[in-house]
Nanobody
């Protein structure tokens, strides 16, 4: 079992920055692909970014490429998402997720564990 707890969300003005963290329990964090997803009101959950178990490979949604950076610290069992140049369209609940089995990093149904989410609100 893996428990994931997000933090770092909040209210920020457009153009500002936030850093999200996701603390994971369990000794096998370093073996999981980790990702961030987000869900805005009335919309489906969408992929934001993913990082491989070693941190050596990353993927980003086109909408956040160049503005967001995903990273992980396996020694601390923690996943991060640095969000810069935030836009009102980034407003959503952000979730971290862990993928144990195979599948697509872009597909939410291929993830095994989820956090409870943290709200990010960007004002114009």
């Amino acid at each position: 079992q893996v428990q994931l707890v997000e933090s770092g969300g909040g209210l920020v003005q457009a153009g500002g920055s936030l850093r999200l963290s996701c603390a994971a329990s369990g000794r096998t964090f370093s073996t999981y692909t980790m990702s961030w997803f987000r869900q805005a009101p009335g919309k489906e959950r969408e992929f934001v970014a993913a990082v491989s178990w070693s941190g050596g490979s990353t993927n980003y949604a086109d909408s956040v490429k160049g503005r967001f950076t995903i990273s992980r610290d396996n020694a601390k069992n923690t996943l991060y998402l640095q969000m810069n140049s935030l836009k009102p369209t980034d407003t959503a609940v952000y979730y971290c997720a862990a993928r144990v089995r195979g599948g697509s990093v872009f597909r939410s149904t291929d993830y095994d564990y989820w956090g409870q989410g943290t709200q990010v609100t960007v004002s114009s």
